[in-house]
């Protein structure tokens, strides 16, 4: 192709006009909003149209001797927002042309143009109706205002009016989104438990916006290298829109870039890059949250603008370990949770006044003691202390008040105290599906069944794809008697979740309970996938006797294996094998042993064989279930 001399101040390609002083593209008139290096990208390819312009060509000239920026990553950002304003296609292009390993060229023919075009009115290209619905808000738009609208217009540009009050508010405005995971663009590992964190804290300040619906981290994190088209993943994870970006952290200075994507039509709406220093790093992310829901059309109302904007400044070191602890909880194993509580306590030495960090610290000894990997008494007391500690320095900390309402309803007994900090920590973070898993198990339990099971519908919504928030799904249906319901939810978690042995297990207990012996079995065996000799010997005890038998020789299996075995784990084996005076006599020592598990007496079907005893109706009455 022959190369086009472009001269003039002002070119002309397809439906867009380019000014190559100002960098200022329109369509018809419009102006279309490109941020400032990828409108530098486009002037350099279009005054070079018809040519090969290599990568290093496009980086000297836009990025020059910035040393702060990774060139590769914000080239490649630059020409997704240059294809995406454009509407064009990198496989089959109508403007810009990738030739792998040498560069990009323009490729659409560019002319001349003699004076620039009149920007048009926005009256002309879509007139706004004389009433306009944006939410539950109604704009009357009379015609003594309209100077003073073109006016505006004129100050500020037409593209961010048409987004706010046109597309964000028409019949499908964005109600829901999700943040991908942050690309970590330090090229080092070791930085990915930072990446990870920013991604974690952003939805964390999106959530606490009432009237967007935000997808949890553990449902994001499975794209985290993921290749699929953006439509896709957001249709799987049912939203409107989604958020993509970029950290990269170098010395005490962090670097935010965010773009907002209309996933229904993978069109680009809005993208930002933010820079500050580290111990400002909550500020920049509440500022982030904020521009976010603007550009989504939700007005903030006071409290939430204040949750986002009175955010202290917190010590960068304690930040990195509390960043760092996150990252071992998240593992949801032992030893994750004894690391993650080492970082949150070196957090809290560098900054005693940083409430998240004392939150970590309740939710990792609670976990500790909830999985028998610390002595119960000393790791629940301390979770207590510690969820004081974060209220105190927050009281709207939701993740402090739902550690109390765990507390309360797993080691506490204290049902009207659970319901009061469940509800209090959701009315402060409707967007934390994990409080609504709590909750919802917490109704359940009560014989709250319908409440329960909109709860757990709740959470599924805010976290569709994790393997926890699945399983704990079905064994909410489980708990509700609602077997066949929660035989479907195991199987679309198994869908997702292929070795997930707590589901199996679920399963296994559901076919149980509807007399599907084999069923059942084969279930309890997958869960136990991990372990073959024993899957074994448990299979030959099925084969002999039938599930009695295999429970039998499950208890023997996990007393000759030391493995934790609690009254309540005894007293629901006795209940499978039949033997309701050692159940009752197991549950009887559970209740002088304080013992977890009584909680869910009240429902768990696997003691429906005993639940007319006398005896069991005491036990009930003495919990005051």
């Known amino acids: 192709m022959a190369t086009q001399s472009v001269s003039p101040a002002l070119v002309r390609f397809g439906d867009y006009e380019l000014d190559l002083r100002t960098a200022e593209l329109r369509r018809h008139g419009v102006l279309v909003k490109l941020q400032p290096q990828p409108a530098k990208v486009l002037v350099t390819l279009v005054s070079r149209a018809g040519e090969v312009v290599s990568r290093q060509d496009l980086v000297e000239q836009v990025w020059g001797s910035q040393t702060f920026v990774d060139f590769e990553q914000g080239l490649n950002f630059a020409i997704r927002q240059i294809r995406s304003v454009l509407e064009d296609d990198a496989e089959h292009p109508r403007y810009l042309e990738t030739l792998p390993k040498r560069g990009y060229r323009f490729t659409a023919p560019v002319s001349e143009v003699t004076a620039p075009t009149e920007v048009q009115s926005p009256a002309t290209p879509t007139p706004l109706p004389r009433t306009h619905k944006l939410g539950s808000r109604y704009i009357l738009v009379f015609p003594g205002i309209a100077a003073l609208a073109v006016t505006i217009t004129l100050a500020i540009g037409w593209e961010p009016l048409h987004k706010r009050f046109w597309s964000t508010s028409n019949k499908h405005p964005i109600e829901s989104l999700a943040v991908l995971p942050l690309h970590n663009l330090s090229q080092d590992p070791e930085q990915e438990y930072f990446s990870e964190g920013m991604t974690d804290e952003l939805i964390t300040d999106l959530a606490k916006i009432a009237r967007l619906r935000v997808i949890s981290h553990t449902s994001v994190n499975r794209y985290k290298e993921t290749k699929r088209p953006l439509p896709e993943i957001a249709q799987e994870l049912g939203v409107d829109a989604v958020i993509e970006g970029t950290v990269l952290r170098s010395g005490d200075r962090v670097r935010i870039t965010a773009q907002l994507i209309d996933a229904r039509t993978d069109r680009h709406l809005w993208a930002e890059s933010y820079e500050r220093s580290v111990k400002d790093i909550f500020a920049l992310q509440g500022e982030v949250a904020k521009q976010i829901a603007t550009q989504v059309g939700i007005n903030l109302t006071t409290g939430e603008q204040a949750r986002l904007a009175n955010i202290p400044a917190v010590d960068p070191a304690a930040h990195e370990a509390y960043l760092k602890g996150n990252f071992y909880w998240n593992q949801l194993n032992c030893t994750g949770y004894k690391k993650a509580l080492e970082y949150f306590q070196q957090a809290v030495a560098k900054d005693p006044s940083f409430a998240p960090a004392y939150s970590g610290m309740a939710d990792s000894y609670f976990n500790l003691a909830d999985e028998r990997c610390w002595p119960e008494d000393d790791a629940f007391a301390k979770s207590k202390a510690a969820a004081l500690k974060a209220l105190e320095l927050d009281p709207g900390s939701?993740?402090?008040?739902?550690?109390?309402?765990?507390?309360?309803?797993?080691?506490?007994?204290?049902?009207?105290?659970?319901?009061?900090?469940?509800?209090?920590?959701?009315?402060?973070?409707?967007?934390?599906?994990?409080?609504?898993?709590?909750?919802?198990?917490?109704?359940?339990?009560?014989?709250?069944?319908?409440?329960?099971?909109?709860?757990?519908?709740?959470?599924?919504?805010?976290?569709?794809?994790?393997?926890?928030?699945?399983?704990m799904f079905t064994y909410v249906f489980y708990l509700a008697h609602e077997y066949d319901q929660a035989i479907d939810q195991a199987k679309k978690t198994l869908e997702l979740h292929p070795g997930s042995a707590a589901t199996y297990y679920w399963l296994g207990q559901c076919y149980e309970k509807k007399g599907l012996s084999e069923e059942a079995i084969a279930a309890y065996l997958k869960a136990m996938s991990g372990l073959p000799d024993e899957a074994a010997r448990l299979r030959t005890a099925y084969q002999r006797h039938g599930l009695p038998a295999f429970w039998e020789e499950d208890l023997q299996w996990r007393k000759r294996e030391n493995k934790p075995l609690d009254p309540v784990v005894e007293a629901m084996t006795y209940s499978h094998t039949g033997d309701k005076d050692k159940a009752l006599e197991r549950l009887n020592l559970a209740y002088q042993q304080h013992s977890d598990g009584l909680q869910f007496l009240k429902v768990e079907p696997v003691y429906d064989g005993v639940r007319d005893d006398p005896r069991f109706k005491d036990l009930v009455a003495r919990l005051q279930l």
């Open 398 to 471: 939701a993740d402090a008040h739902a550690q109390l309402g765990e507390l309360a309803f797993y080691r506490e007994w204290d049902w009207a105290k659970a319901e009061k900090e469940f509800t209090e920590a959701i009315e402060l973070d409707p967007n934390d599906a994990g409080i609504h898993a709590s909750y919802a198990i917490y109704l359940v339990s009560m014989s709250k069944q319908e409440q329960g099971l909109s709860e757990m519908r709740k959470a599924h919504e805010l976290d569709p794809v994790s393997e926890a928030t699945n399983m």
